[in-house]
């Protein structure tokens, strides 16, 4: 049997509700795990190790029992110190936010429902408003692919990428605004779920700017995202913004037929911005994809040239609106770069939020248009592989270009259109580092997405390497 930290979600449940491994070994092996790496990889802000390992025995008495376990009874699961935990702060990554939660975030109780121990709190870009992933308060996590140079894990969910890659847990919620889950699920070599808008609750999570956040799974397979999103999805009274639609059993369809989807390619703006060495990777995941029986074409986003701007003026004004009140009392406390982020919302007019919000729409119909011709839309995650901490420019193709736009750059625009999107590991550089593959899908067809991501995964090895941490 493997090491029971690189098991997977999958795994762990069915042999937790089989018998062969109980849930206090499974605890205990993650938390040894986080004793011999975290001090120097700083995932997790906080880690509930006595609540774990009582959740974990009475997980084990539940089965003795002879009850029905859940589909995630027994496994631990990490979350982005966003979400709240009933009793623990809820930090945002900050240094002064310390009242704790009166209750579980919705996902929180959800996940809690199906069986899953709530193993601790994870690492973020402060106020998750941020690509990199950096933190001066606990300290910035480091990409566990490269154990000598501190390499960015990508933000803002930098600890549940590095936590999940690391084999600290073995699944963890993240958040993403303008890529927080796809940018370090990329750069950090694991999968990344990017649910349409309204699919997940985001009830008790800290927000940074309503009409963007999206909760969702990170996780090293795509099965045990399908898994976790199943559980997560759904309406939610508690958060107005989430669909009364049906939740489709995104497990079950994950072995459904991919032969004969449609894939649309983003060349221009996309593929044509990545570094050379991406864009053969995501070119030979094209590849595969057409072995599979996909037949692939190119198709454009006319206003895709704009996503920057807008996506700027829309965070930037309701990521101001969110912060405004702190701000007047703890302005001092906050991270140079996010509060400078911050303020430059006060210089924004109305009219240019306005105008961000029409580009959005015109963006929207892009999108939908591309959709009248394909099922799924495919580009890079990230332009790069993980840059390390210091600096703030990167070279692409020998242009030097600025990091947090550059890590941004192929993410953010689907937060403005609110389509589903998944990162998959699409394989390695010269220098052992992973890129990611980004599938993006209709409204609500998280299960198209998820299955194309599955039969490629399953034609690939990439999701079954590990990095040289520890």
Known sequence: MPELHWLSVTDLARQIAAGAVSPVEVVEAHLARIEALDGKLKAFISLFADRALEAA??????????????PLHGVPIGLKDLYDVRGVPTTGG????????????????RLREAGAIVLGKLNLHEFAFG????????????????????????GSSSGSGVAVAAGLCPAALGSDTGGSIRIPAALCGIVG??????RVSRAGVLPLAWSLDHAGPMTRTVADAALLLRVLAGYDP??????VLPVADYPAALDGPVKGLRVGLLREYFLEAADREIQGLVAAAAGVLEGLGCAVEEVRLPHATYTAAAAYAVITAEALAVHEPLLRRHAAEYAPDVRQRLLTGQFLLATQYLKGQRVRHLLRRDVEQAFERVDCLLAPTVPIAAPPLEGGRVTVNGESRDRRGTLLRLTRGFNLTGHPAVSVPCGFTAQ???????????????????????AYEQATAWHRRRPPAG
């Open 193 to 198: 779920v990017k649910p349409t808008y309204g």
């Open 432 to 454: 052992g580092l992973p890129a990611g593959l980004q599938l993006v899908g209709r409204p609500f067809d998280e299960a198209t997405i998820l299955r194309l991501a599955h």
């Open 57 to 70: 025995k009475a997980a084990e008495a539940t089965l003795a029992k002879g009850e029905a376990p859940g």
């Open 131 to 154: 690509p990199e992933g950096l933190n001066a308060t606990y300290g910035t996590a480091w990409n566990p692919w490269d154990p000598t140079t501190h390499r960015l894990p990508g």
């Open 238 to 243: 508690g958060d107005p913004t989430t669909s």
């Open 94 to 109: 900050s240094s002064f936010l310390r009242q704790p939660a009166a209750e579980d975030a919705t996902v929180t109780r």
